[in-house]
């Protein structure tokens, strides 16, 4: 197990203020004396469990979700352990605070909901010093950083430096689901300013009131910090979240194969929707070779997982230009096609030979599909008319209405079940409640990229991975595919329950460790003992005697 680092120095009323050392009023008598605490703290001292009831309490005391993100928001500023102990025990209940789709609304509200400062800023005018700001971060065991430029978050698009939410969640989930110590984390937001009109009008937003840099000045800043990281945290491996599509390929392309590195919107993604289908194929009874899969929304998460489905399918044996004749493709101006002038680079290879058309239910019934994912951000685009259609040609049909946050959703769970007659195999982005439908309970499957990106982010940090493969996303994506059990299955379930997450992470975190080994990416001995060497990276949310 690991223990982060004691630091003897601080005493009294500064461990207090210590998030990572203060215990509140689980401090033992003999550490009050100890550590100069006496008479700073309330004389009862409360066993942990109380401590955790209490703050339990508390939190389902809170009016809305908001009060509810502030609340734990504040409990991390305070006790750390006292915070993953609770999203720890209660993660079914906490990550949708923590994380979509509260987070989204923590973001849009960043700037008035703003106490505490969390995770480094670096902004475009500061060119130059980008180092020095990497250096005054207080930790220097960095590991993983997440770091997002907030030009499209979530499904709500440009919040500028409001983004931070997102860096600063996905890391707490870094530690909740899969024990990546907490002062190894290392949250970023790049304040290039913000495209979002209103929010730079607003005396409240927390960045630079500015448009946003692009260019090659944009380019330099990201080169700077890559290059920074580097230096500063070498071997860290950086994730990408919540960029802009055109900057989020771009810069995926330009640094995978240089640092360690990956983009979880395109990649992580990726990973959770195969292994979703995957586990949508076990109730179907059918292969992924006998798909067709049509996706509203052509951007990183649906070209992302297009491509892992592509690799997933040359995996077994179908060549490349019919492994990509699998997936279709309808964006903002209707099918993908290969007449269709100035698509971007990304769609290309997905543009296939084909009369247009404009609307998805025209897709849906110029190509009958057997699945279709919802990535466009946009609510409501799978409708009643699409469902039935599917429902019309596919015994069980597949939804996976993906989009974040619940408000964007392409159509609900609900009506996924209710106009497929019970017979959809439905996956959404954001939580739904389960659905009663003539007898018969349907769980929804959440398609969380929690599932993925905490474990595998272990996996390479335990091998000490130089490179973050696509290869280890498809690993990763059956490993969490092979983590669901019938039982799940049989209430619809194509992901197991997150309760077991903790779990779930480990095992994607030894098949990537393994997979970096393999591949000759880790610098560690091929043949050690990889369970081993991720357990041994595994933080638990428990307290430690200071005396
Ligand atoms: P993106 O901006 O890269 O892509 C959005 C795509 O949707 C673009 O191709 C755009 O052309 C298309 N689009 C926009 N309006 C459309 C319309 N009316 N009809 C059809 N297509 C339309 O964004 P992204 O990163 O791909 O994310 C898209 C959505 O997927 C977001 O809501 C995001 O939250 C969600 N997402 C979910 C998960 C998950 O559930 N695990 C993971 C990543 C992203």
Redesign the pocket.
């Known amino acids: 197990m690991h223990f982060r680092p004691y630091t003897r120095e601080k005493r009294g009323i500064q461990i207090l203020r210590d998030p990572a050392l203060n215990k509140g009023t689980a401090f033992t008598e003999a550490e009050r004396d100890a550590l100069g605490l006496r008479g700073l703290l309330p004389p009862r001292v409360n066993p942990p469990e109380t401590q955790l009831a209490r703050t339990l309490d508390n939190l389902r005391g809170k009016a809305s979700d908001i009060e509810k993100y502030i609340f734990l928001v504040s409990l991390l500023d305070r006790n750390e352990t006292l915070f993953y102990r609770l999203v720890c025990a209660h993660i079914e209940e906490t990550l949708p605070l923590i994380y979509?789709p509260t987070v989204g609304k923590a973001c849009q509200a960043y700037g008035n909901i703003f106490r505490r400062p969390r995770g480094l800023y670096i902004s475009a005018n500061d060119r130059g010093r980008v180092r020095q700001i990497l250096r005054n971060w207080p930790h220097d065991d960095v590991r993983i950083a997440v770091v997002t430029d907030g030009e499209?978050i979530?499904?709500l698009g440009d919040l500028g430096a409001n983004g931070m939410g997102i860096p600063v969640g996905k890391l707490s989930l870094y530690t909740a689901c899969a024990g990546v110590p907490p002062w190894q984390c290392l949250p970023i937001t790049l304040d290039v300013g913000t495209n979002n009109k209103a929010l730079r009008e607003d005396p409240l937003y927390i960045g630079t009131p500015c448009e946003r840099l692009r260019g090659a000045a944009y380019d330099e800043l990201v080169d700077e910090f890559i290059s920074g990281m580097g230096e500063i945290y070498p071997g860290a491996c950086i994730q990408f979240e919540?960029f802009?599509?055109a900057n989020?390929f771009r810069l995926l392309h330009r640094y995978q194969d240089r640092v360690c590195t990956f983009n979880?919107?395109?990649q992580?993604?990726a990973s959770?929707?195969l292994a979703g289908l995957y586990s949508a194929l076990r109730i179907t009874g059918k292969t992924l070779a006998a798909q067709r899969i049509l996706f509203?929304?052509?951007?990183?998460?649906?070209?992302?997982i297009g491509n892992l489905i592509v690799d997933a399918l040359r995996a077994e044996g179908v060549p490349e230009p019919e492994a990509r004749r699998h997936c279709w493709?309808?964006?903002?101006?209707g099918l993908v096609t290969r007449s269709r002038p100035g698509l971007s680079e990304h769609?290309q290879p997905f543009a296939h030979e084909h009369p247009g058309a404009s609307t998805?239910l025209d897709a849906v019934n110029a190509l009958s599909p057997t699945a279709l994912i919802?990535?466009?951000?946009?609510a409501g685009?799978f409708t009643q008319q699409v469902v039935e259609a599917m429902a019309r040609r596919n015994e069980h049909p597949i939804i996976f209405a993906?989009?974040?946050?619940t408000s964007?959703a392409e159509c609900t769970a609900e009506q996924a079940c209710v106009w497929s007659d019970g017979r959809a195999v439905i996956a959404?982005?954001?939580p739904f409640a389960p659905v009663e439908h003539k007898g018969k309970t349907h769980i929804p499957g959440?398609?969380?990229?929690a599932y993925i990106f905490p474990g595998l982010g272990l996996g390479v940090i335990a091998a000490r991975a130089r490179r973050v493969t696509n290869e280890m996303f498809f690993i990763a994506a059956r490993t969490l595919a092979s983590c669901v059990s019938d039982d799940d299955l049989a209430h619809g379930r194509v992901f197991p329950r997150l309760a077991n997450i903790r779990a779930v992470s480990q095992r994607i975190a030894i098949a990537v460790a393994t997979t970096a080994l393999e591949r000759g990416l880790s610098p560690l001995d091929k043949n050690c003992d990889v369970t081993a060497l991720v357990n041994a990276h595994i933080f638990q949310p428990e307290y430690h005697d200071h005396t």
């Open positions: 979509t499209r979530l499904g919540d802009g599509n989020a979880d919107d395109i992580g993604t959770v929707a509203l929304g052509a951007g990183e998460a649906g070209i992302g493709f309808v964006d903002s101006k769609k998805l919802g990535v466009s951000g946009q685009g993906l989009s974040n946050p964007q959404t982005g954001s959440q398609g969380n990229n």
